[in-house]
T-cell receptor, first 114, second 111 residues
Framework: DADVTQTPRNRITKTGKRIMLECSQTKGHDRMYWYRQDPGLGLRLIYYSFDVKDINKGEISDGYSVSRQAQAKFSLSLESAIPNQTALYFC?????????????FGPGTRLTVL | RKEVEQDPGPFNVPEGATVAFNCTYSNSASQSFFWYRQDCRKEPKLLMSVYSSGNEDGRFTAQLNRASQYISLLIRDSKLSDSATYLCVVNMFDSWGKLQFGAGTQVVVTP
């Protein structure tokens, strides 16, 4: 079983709809991240969380919100989806106790906003 | 200017050949460096960390040049399975885990 899972894997939605992307991990890591990837651009950080009570904005948080429901779960919401939020979204985790820690990624969610 | 820049490629490499490519970063205070591999439509996975003295992992060699602010990746004896996009990743300021990703260099190994 995968250590980091994301649901749904693919989603097509319409402008103005609310959508939630979910991420779960069994690695026991305290740190979790949401990224989006667009063609020709590197992964860009949307939000990150160091523990259940800690939520921080990344470089492109506008139009997104997150919830850290438990150590193992971190969800990303688009309150009112717009077409330029069409992208590949990745959740990632890392072990905060390790310096220069590796990030482990989920399989991604391909989101299309029409 | 992007924080981390890479030649997007593609680098077309015959099987068995050597390929090398660089990545430049803009912030001289960057602390740590990595190469991630990403297969088409898949998640990125850590290939190797890059240490100041340079390091080797099998057919892969990574080098860091702090003075010129670039890191490199060399792949020897290329295999078809090496075809992927290689992401240059930089930890910008400290060790808390925030990473800056390059857009990637595509490598295509041909028979």
């Amino acid at each position: 079983d995968a250590d980091v899972t994301q649901t749904p894997r693919n989603r097509i939605t319409k402008t103005g709809k609310r959508i939630m992307l979910e991420c779960s991990q069994t690695k026991g890591h305290d740190r979790m991240y949401w990224y989006r990837q667009d063609p020709g651009l590197g992964l860009r950080l949307i939000y990150y969380s160091f523990d259940v009570k800690d939520i921080n904005k990344g470089e492109i948080s506008d139009g997104y919100s997150v919830s850290r429901q438990a150590q193992a779960k971190f969800s990303l919401s688009l309150e009112s989806a717009i077409p330029n939020q069409t992208a590949l979204y990745f959740c990632a985790t890392s072990d905060g106790t390790v310096t220069y820690n590796e990030q482990f990624f989920g399989p991604g969610t391909r989101l299309t906003v029409l | 200017r992007k924080e981390v820049e890479q030649d997007p490629g593609p680098f077309n490499v015959p099987e068995g050949a050597t390929v090398a490519f660089n990545c430049t970063y803009s912030n001289s205070a960057s602390q740590s460096f990595f190469w991630y591999r990403q297969d088409c439509r898949k998640e990125p996975k850590l290939l190797m960390s890059v240490y100041s003295s340079g390091n080797e992992d099998g057919r892969f060699t990574a080098q860091l040049n702090r003075a010129s602010q670039y890191i490199s990746l060399l792949i020897r004896d290329s295999k078809l399975s090496d075809s992927a996009t290689y992401l240059c990743v930089v930890n910008m300021f400290d060790s808390w885990g925030k990473l800056q990703f390059g857009a990637g260099t595509q490598v295509v190994v041909t028979p």
